[in-house]
């Protein structure tokens, strides 16, 4: 979780592919109406979040029902929203990447072909809900390589490779 440009698509990816998981970005969930809306510099609200995030979850289970591990990038930036995710999922475990706004900015504005403007970079860190203890939340600093967050992250969720 995060906020956007934040590397989860990056680091959720390597995790996947260190575990042999599955790896999903919510943002492939998001209906054209929604994606068009961000793209006109708009932020979503509640109301176009709730179908995206039930139809993320639809995802995830159907991605780990042959019983591998899923791991998804999805921004989930209020307790609300990552409420809705678990009580599909029952378990879900959490990193949170997170670091300082210019650091965020200056990624997204070295990425190319993204529908996402940096004008929402505000409303985005606006909307942040940080998790609570309660959600056991890992915190990864971007400042470090995303090879580095994938391994502490690995370690943390006790996950290896699985042995061939
Ligand atoms: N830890 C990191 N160190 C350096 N660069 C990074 C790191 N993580 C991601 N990046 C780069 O930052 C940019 C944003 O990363 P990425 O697209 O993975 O973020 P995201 O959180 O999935 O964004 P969004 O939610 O907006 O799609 C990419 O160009 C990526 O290569
Ligand atoms: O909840 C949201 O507002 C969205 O998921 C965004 O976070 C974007 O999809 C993503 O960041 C793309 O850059």
Redesign the pocket.
């Known amino acids: 979780m995060?906020?956007?440009?934040?590397?989860?698509?990056?680091?959720?990816?390597l995790v996947a592919e260190a575990v042999d998981g599955v790896f999903l970005?919510a943002?492939d969930f998001h209906p054209p109406e929604n994606v068009a809306h961000m793209a006109a510099g708009l932020p979503l609200n509640d109301e176009m979040r709730w179908d995206w995030l039930d139809l993320v979850a639809k995802g995830v289970i159907e991605a780990g029902c042959d019983g591998r591990t899923v791991v998804f990038?999805c921004?989930a930036l209020k307790h609300s929203y990552r409420d809705r995710l678990r009580q599909s999922l029952g378990v879900m475990h959490l990193a949170h990447?997170t670091g300082p706004r210019d650091l965020?900015a200056e990624?997204?504005a070295?990425?190319e072909n993204?529908y996402?403007p940096i004008a929402l970079l505000d409303s985005q860190l606006a909307d942040l809900e940080m998790p609570g203890p309660d959600e056991a939340p890992l915190s990864c600093d971007?400042?470090?390589?995303?090879e580095?967050?994938c391994a502490q992250i690995l370690n943390a969720w006790g996950l290896t490779a699985p042995q061939v």
Do not use: F, N, Q, Y
């Open positions: 995060g906020v956007c440009g934040t590397g989860k698509t990056t680091v959720a990816r970005d943002d990038a921004s990447l965020i990624r997204m070295a990425r993204h996402m971007i400042r470090e390589a995303p580095a967050l």
